[in-house]
């Protein structure tokens, strides 16, 4: 099974911050990637998919790339509304496995 | 309005049998595979089961493999987990999830989760 490995795990930043979160993958994977948003009590949000596409109402401050092993998750000046937990997932071979997560907190 | 509404969630004791539903509205329900993902309390999100569109294929992760099975009644827009055989490692959050073809096959329609929890 492809394993997927977000780094930082955790990330403490200020309001205003650039931050890229980073997703690599056990083997090489298709396009088929997409970024998460779970804020505490809720359900994920999705926010990119196809590594790169920003899902229908989600601010242009977020963006993907990536391609291979190795994708990222970059939110370009973060407001206070963003401070969640941050999941990449990749479908391979009809199942889908997410990363452990990344969780961002105010510094 | 396009909606997941997951049911069933209940403390069972280990051994123990429960089944999860969940009622879709607001989309075309029988035009989707549907997902069920689960998320241990403080822990990650983990892909539990998947069924297609007509129910004709469908995936278990190794963890249920043999104790879930997964159902889906497209008359009712209704998707089911029928869980057997708990143990208290199945404690979690239990999410239904719709996968989008048109969006490389992401979720992008949750439901809030129904809390399943494995106890004596």
């Known amino acids: 099974d492809i394993q997927l490995t977000q780094s930082p795990s955790f990330l403490s930043a200020s309001v205003g911050d650039r931050v890229t979160i980073t997703c690599r993958a056990s083997q090489v994977i298709s396009s088929y990637l997409a970024w998460y948003q779970q804020k505490p009590g809720k359900a994920p949000k999705l926010l990119i998919y196809?590594?790169?596409t920003l899902q229908s109402g989600v601010p242009s401050r977020f963006s993907g790339s990536g391609s291979g092993t190795e994708f990222t998750l970059t939110i370009s000046s973060l407001q206070p509304e963003d401070f969640a937990t941050y999941y990449c997932?990749?479908?391979?071979?009809?199942?889908?496995?997410f990363g452990q997560g990344t969780k961002v907190e105010i510094k | 309005e396009v909606q997941l509404v997951e049911s069933g969630g209940v403390v069972v004791q280990p051994g123990g049998s429960l089944r999860l539903s969940c009622a879709a509205s607001?989309?075309?329900?029988?035009?989707?595979?549907m997902h069920w993902v689960r998320q241990a309390p403080g822990k990650g999100l983990e892909c539990v089961s998947l069924i297609s569109w007509d129910g004709d294929n469908t995936y278990y992760a190794d963890s249920v493999k043999g104790r879930f099975t997964i159902s889906r009644d497209n008359s009712k827009n209704s998707l089911y987990l029928q869980m057997n055989s708990l143990s208290t490692e199945d404690t979690a959050l239990y999410y239904c999830?719709?996968?989008?073809?048109?969006?490389?096959?992401?979720?992008?329609?949750w439901g809030q989760g129904t809390m399943v929890t494995v106890s004596s």
């Open positions: 196809a590594a790169s």
């Open positions: 607001g989309f075309t329900f029988n035009d989707y595979t």
């Open positions: 999830a719709k996968a989008d073809p048109s969006r490389f096959d992401a979720f992008d329609i």
């Open positions: 997932q990749q479908l391979s071979s009809y199942w889908w496995t």
